[in-house]
């Protein structure tokens, strides 16, 4: 897996890049098959505090591409908010890969 963090009007700490990969491991959880992973961390220029710090990302998995994007008053919040989104589209998927069909009895004869 490809990796990415990049920071938009911030400086991305070791504290900071620690925590976006350690939530990132429960992606690669549910489904292995992740191939690339970009994650930006922006900081808007907004009056209000509210939704000021803006986190997204972009997951390319076997099959297709997925993103997310996430804004809170605290970073780690929206990274937070951000990997939850991530993690329902992942299990959504891959439930789209496995089959549900069942053979039918007269075929198993």
Same mark, same amino acid.
């Given at each position: 897996m490809n990796l990415t963090i990049s920071g938009h009007h911030l400086e991305i700490t070791p504290a900071l890049?620690?925590?976006?990969?350690?939530?990132? /491991?429960?992606?690669?959880?549910?489904?292995?098959? #992740?191939?690339d992973v970009k994650v930006l961390l922006s900081i808007e220029n907004q009056k209000e505090k509210e939704g000021r710090q803006k986190a997204e990302c972009n997951i390319h998995v076997k099959g297709s591409d997925m993103f997310a994007e996430s804004a809170h008053e /605290?970073?780690?919040?929206?990274?937070d908010d951000l #990997?939850?989104?991530l993690d329902r589209q992942v299990v959504r998927h891959k439930d789209r890969l496995q089959s549900?069909?069942?053979e039918s009895p007269k075929r198993l004869m």
């Open positions: 890049r620690s925590y976006v990969t350690g939530k990132l /491991d429960r992606i690669t959880r549910h489904f292995d098959q #992740v191939v /605290d970073l780690y919040a929206a990274v #990997v939850d989104k549900h069909h069942h």
